[in-house]
């Protein structure tokens, strides 16, 4: 097992170079990768920098830091975003028989920091009317980070002033982007609008001005994580 391996004194990897994390994506602000642990598996991976874990499906996870012992903390839910510091070496274990799928986002940028400890961010399930939207934002210093339920024809806000935006999908979602100007009238929607179609674990980055509100098309209720990046401060 990884655990016996890295115990002999062979440093743990990055997660590029750590056989059930994938690279999905990266650029400046970001490395996301996607995790795998199929029944009793398990990884020890150096993480230098603070990241997002996105719970893709029901898992229930032994954890540990380096040096400890691992320990079962409880379910991890569909649809959880949980905020980690960086600068540990962190093992995982699945004692389960359905593979636990996660996406991992890594903040390149220092300053995203939400405090000192292990941090829950937010949830992408119905609180308890499943007709009703939820939204349930995080600011992390250089980000926000938006955890959303939207049933059909519901729609998040814009935040003008970001300079990119990362979504990750929970669920099969069908997204409307709406430009701003599209917000002021009913009836000004055509060929401003852009669809964005993903299944779960999939990602789109935004750039800026591609986009800056979200409506649910499809006939199941949209779930998924939106990582929102802001510009420095001048």
């Known amino acids: 097992m990884l655990v016996a391996a890295f115990a002999a004194g062979q440093a743990a990897p990055d997660m590029a170079h750590e056989s059930h994390h994938s690279l999905l994506f990266e650029n ?4 996301v990768f996607s995790l795998q642990l199929g029944y009793n598996e398990s990884e ?16 229930q996870p032994a954890m540990w830091l380096e040096g400890q012992s691992p320990i079962i903390s409880g379910t991890l839910k569909q649809g959880w975003v949980n905020y980690v510091p960086g600068g540990w070496t962190r093992g995982m274990r699945n004692d389960q028989k359905s593979t636990c799928r996660f996406i991992v986002v890594e903040f390149l940028d220092p300053r995203a920091m939400m405090n000192e400890d292990v941090g ?43 300079i ?8 099969d979602l069908d997204l409307k982007i709406l430009k701003t100007q599209d917000l002021k009238t009913e009836d000004a ?37 939106l990582v929102r990046f802001l510009a420095d401060e001048k």
């Open 28 to 31: 400046s602000q970001v490395r």
């Open 44 to 59: 020890l991976t150096l993480h230098d920098h603070a990241f997002l874990l996105v719970t893709l499906a029901d898992c």
């Open 120 to 162: 829950y961010a937010g949830s992408t399930g119905p609180s308890q009317d499943p007709a009703a939207k939820s939204i349930a934002t995080m600011p992390l210093g250089t980000s926000y980070v938006t955890a959303a339920y939207l049933p059909h024809g519901e729609s998040i806000p814009a935040r003008p002033e970001d």
């Open 164 to 171: 990119g935006e990362l979504l990750v999908a929970i669920t």
């Open 189 to 225: 929607k055509g060929d401003d609008d852009h669809h964005i179609r993903k299944s779960p674990g999939e990602l789109e980055w935004l750039e800026p001005g591609r986009g800056s509100a979200w409506e649910s098309e499809g006939s199941a209720p949209a779930r998924f994580v």
